[in-house]
DNA sequence: TGTACATCAGTGAACGCGCGTTCACTGATGTAC
DNA sequence: TGTACATCAGTGAACGCGCGTTCACTGATGTAC
């Protein structure tokens, strides 16, 4: 049962991490900063440790609710209408992937850009929203193999077969490794695309990024035709 | 004419520049800082202010260093014996991109991660480095077109193709749109396999980040095959 | 329904530390005659 | 070759600001009888 009180605090906690992801879109994600959330929070920085132990927790804090948020919107693109065809549905996850990242740039950068100087997350606690967000990428391929409608052509090297193998085991991801290993190679892909875009060192030689990407997007998933 | 004292001075400045990056590894990029290097140094930070004019502008030669060191690095790996065979050039080209991206972590953070809070790039500074790094990258698939070792099959989207064009009579880089564009899918391709191998979000997953690499480098240039 | 008590939210001072930049200065090194 | 002078490297104090975390505390809100 949750109290009033307990409502409250988890209010309280939202707003402090709205506010915490504001300053960090401005300073950069290295300058999160208690003090500061406070002065704009109108509270005493000492109030903030009564929903945080530390600068430490708020950040893991964010970084799962930014991983949870991405893999939300993943899950949104794959429950999108798209007739049975698991391309397309691998089309709108991996497209929803980049609106997130610009939609979300703070938060990206936050959990796939720079680490956090004297920062240590803690593995374990951010672990199973990263493995679910990567389930959904997967989950679109898997359809499309099972179908027909994909085939997975090419097979990873040994000493990363034997890897990925006990990855699969750990996390149950449920997928063969080539499976598994075509995902990966899309999303790094892709990936690339989007840091750069990011960071703006891909705009000004490209032009349309939107273009591009989805240029890049249909290339990789082409590779998949049976 | 470099008489003594100018000499002395550029040394002094190389070293600065030194422990700037030995900081920055250490920090990170975003926690330069002028009062710890000059603590480092045994100097106090007013000395430093007879070098660089403002912590902005040693982060600006800093970039401009580390975009230098990459070119040189690409340079290197270009001129390495390749027996007219103008695909294993570019492997060795795109190898030696992941090479020093590992072997200059921070430089590599400090010129395609995350940007520094409050501190703008003068992009007319920087840019010289950064065509000629990429000139490198384009040089051997232009050498393997045009000797017929790599046929460029695919053609950029129209929105794409009218900003190319600019972009390399801007920069006068010496290859046509179609080849531009199938060295910036390389290049961003690949680009994503490295960002996610320093933050370690490849490693866990896949093991072997190195064969990793190399069959992805080897698919990208695959499709060039004749 | 009313009251006593426990729980919790938020305060304010303090600790010990960090930062970039400006300023007037001393003392060493180089240059011109 | 010796000396006067200009140039330059580096100092030290100061300005005005930032930070995370601990501690003893006040006053409001909720709970049990």
Redesign the pocket.
């Given at each position: 049962m949750i109290?009033?009180?307990e409502q409250?605090?988890e209010n309280?906690k939202d707003e402090i991490k709205t506010f915490a992801r504001q300053q960090m879109a401005q300073e950069g994600t290295a300058a999160?900063?208690?003090?500061?959330i406070a002065?704009d929070m109108e509270?005493?920085?000492?109030?903030l440790?009564?929903?945080f132990a530390?600068?430490?927790e708020l950040i893991t804090a964010l970084i799962v609710d930014a991983f949870a948020s991405l893999a939300d919107a993943l899950q949104a693109a794959a429950d999108a209408p798209h007739n049975g065809d698991y391309i397309q549905q691998a089309r709108n996850i991996f497209t929803a992937y980049r609106q997130w990242a610009l939609q979300h740039p703070t938060d990206f950068e936050l959990i796939y850009g720079n680490p956090i100087p004297a920062y240590d997350a803690p593995r374990e606690i951010t672990v199973p929203q990263v493995i679910r967000g990567f389930t959904i990428m997967l989950a679109a391929l898997v359809n499309a193999v099972n179908s027909g409608q994909a085939v997975v052509r090419i097979t990873p090297p040994a000493s990363v077969l034997a890897h990925l193998e006990a990855t699969i085991a750990e996390a149950n991801y449920p997928v063969t490794s080539a499976q598994f290993y075509a995902g990966v190679r899309i999303w790094t892909r892709l990936h690339g695309a989007i840091m750069l875009e990011l960071f703006q060192h891909l705009p000004p030689a490209i032009g349309d990024v939107d273009a591009y990407y989805r240029h890049e997007l249909d290339a990789a998933l082409h590779e998949l035709m049976p």
């Amino acid at each position: 049962m949750i109290t009033r009180r307990e409502q409250k605090r988890e209010n309280i906690k939202d707003e402090i991490k709205t506010f915490a992801r504001q300053q960090m879109a401005q300073e950069g994600t290295a300058a999160l900063s208690l003090r500061a959330i406070a002065r704009d929070m109108e509270l005493t920085v000492t109030a903030l440790y009564r929903y945080f132990a530390s600068r430490d927790e708020l950040i893991t804090a964010l970084i799962v609710d930014a991983f949870a948020s991405l893999a939300d919107a993943l899950q949104a693109a794959a429950d999108a209408p798209h007739n049975g065809d698991y391309i397309q549905q691998a089309r709108n996850i991996f497209t929803a992937y980049r609106q997130w990242a610009l939609q979300h740039p703070t938060d990206f950068e936050l959990i796939y850009g720079n680490p956090i100087p004297a920062y240590d997350a803690p593995r374990e606690i951010t672990v199973p929203q990263v493995i679910r967000g990567f389930t959904i990428m997967l989950a679109a391929l898997v359809n499309a193999v099972n179908s027909g409608q994909a085939v997975v052509r090419i097979t990873p090297p040994a000493s990363v077969l034997a890897h990925l193998e006990a990855t699969i085991a750990e996390a149950n991801y449920p997928v063969t490794s080539a499976q598994f290993y075509a995902g990966v190679r899309i999303w790094t892909r892709l990936h690339g695309a989007i840091m750069l875009e990011l960071f703006q060192h891909l705009p000004p030689a490209i032009g349309d990024v939107d273009a591009y990407y989805r240029h890049e997007l249909d290339a990789a998933l082409h590779e998949l035709m049976p």
